[in-house]
């Protein structure tokens, strides 16, 4: 079965930046959406930023536009989450996600994902 394992999180000092990493295994990138989602404690999970494999669209929440960037390592199997100028407000648990034959904006704002990786924690903190 298709499996994403998430990776790169850990403590961050404001200012800074993180790469997460998202390996999916068996995935069927032309049907594919790869999203990633953070949530923190008590609090509803976002769609931050959602890559699709049939068009190469993107999409980012507002809270995250101009320092996320999303891509893609096809030779890895690897979806990447860049992260610049970490807040502490970016303190969460980060998933990433596939969903199959949908949009990047769909993906994120509906946050269906087909399956999920088990998260990697995200702590902003001086």
């Known amino acids: 079965q298709l499996q994403l394992v998430e990776s790169g999180g850990g403590l961050v000092h404001p200012g800074g930046s993180l790469r997460l990493s998202c390996v999916a295994s068996?995935?069927?990138?032309?049907?594919?959406?790869i999203g990633w989602f953070r949530q923190a404690p008590g609090k509803e999970r976002e769609g931050v930023s959602c890559?699709?494999?049939?068009?190469?669209?993107?999409y980012y929440a507002d809270s995250v536009k101009g320092r996320f960037t999303i891509s893609r390592d096809n030779a890895k199997n690897t979806v990447y989450l860049q992260i610049n100028s970490l807040k502490p407000e970016d303190t969460a648990d980060y998933y990433c996600?596939?969903?199959?034959?949908?949009?990047?904006?769909?993906?994120?704002?509906?946050?269906?994902?087909?399956?999920w990786g088990p998260g990697t924690q995200v702590t902003v903190s001086s």
């Open positions: 996600a596939a969903g199959f034959w949908t949009t990047a904006q769909d993906l994120c704002v509906t946050k269906g994902g087909n399956i």
């Open positions: 890559l699709s494999g049939r068009d190469g669209f993107t």
């Open positions: 068996g995935l069927p990138w032309d049907y594919s959406v």
